[in-house]
């Protein structure tokens, strides 16, 4: 008896010790260097590991006792998560008939660090399915953001909220006098809008323009939608305006994107 129980324990001792040192490994990795063969399978296999540990919290509690009217409710949130679900995913999928440059990819998102919530996600498919990293992301609501690290069963994708000050992405303004090109430069958490920078001050931007990418760059493509200009500001100096862009992403509930992959060859 005694000696199944020291068992028990050295496997638990076991499994702690490979969950911290999986997670060790992967805070310490860098956002810019290539993986190794191990870093890569190390990273899909906590994700695997993930997916079964989170697996009996995610299944619907059946409880013998539990009260008809409290299982009620929980079935009603139940149905109307998965209608909310099946309808974003319907937009998504809308959205590939208009990407025809592009080899889209559907992924549903993995997982979410709360202490990133405005950084990153981690979506379910990687370099299996052709996702290499600094392949563009977007929903139905226009851009979403890049692939940062892409492993062999899912990718990183940085936000377009992100608060990395090398994340820069070229952006067009459609005005009454034409197209003016500026920089998308970080998030404002309290008025909870994208920073638009570089916009000279004669420019004629008003409220309600619209934002998408330039394709300057080469990275993004040209035309994707990313919001509407809510806020006007003038820099300190009055040298330039800084617009404050107003999307139709809702960055609390994302659950499906879209990843541009390699474009087609019609040839």
């Known amino acids: ?62 409880k013998k006792n539990m009260d008809q009217s409290e299982s009620y409710l929980i079935q009603k949130n139940v149905n109307e998560s998965l209608e909310k679900e099946i309808k974003e995913l319907k937009q998504t999928l809308n959205l590939n008939k208009t990407l025809t440059e592009y080899n889209p990819v559907n992924a549903t998102v993995l997982s979410r660090n709360r202490s990133y919530w405005l950084q990153n996600i981690t979506i379910d498919k990687g370099s299996q399915n052709g996702l290499k990293e600094d392949m563009v992301v977007v929903t139905s609501d226009g851009l979403l953001g890049k692939i940062s690290k892409a492993y062999r069963t899912s990718s990183e994708v940085k936000l377009i ?74 820099d300190k100096y009055d040298l330039s305006k800084t617009l404050y862009v107003e999307t139709k992403q809702n960055f609390d509930e994302i659950h499906y994107v879209t990843v541009l992959g390699g474009a087609r060859n019609d040839k």
């Open 161 to 234: 909220t992100s608060n990395d000050v090398n994340y820069k992405i070229s952006v067009s303004v459609t005005t009454n006098s034409g197209d003016i090109y500026a920089v998308l430069n970080g998030y404002d958490k309290k008025k909870k809008t994208i920073k638009v920078t570089g916009v000279d001050k004669t420019s004629k931007v008003e409220v309600g323009n619209i934002i998408k990418t330039s394709g300057l760059g080469g990275m993004f493509p040209r035309g994707i939608y990313i919001g509407t200009v809510k806020e006007i500001e003038n």
């Open 1 to 62: 008896m005694y000696h199944k129980k020291q068992k028990k324990k050295d496997i638990g001792i076991i499994i702690c010790i490979f969950i911290i040192a999986v997670i060790l490994l992967i805070f310490s990795l860098s956002a810019t260097r290539k993986l190794t063969f191990l870093e890569d399978f190390l990273k899909t296999t906590s994700i695997t590991f993930q997916k079964i540990v989170m697996y009996p919290f995610t299944s619907l509690n059946e």
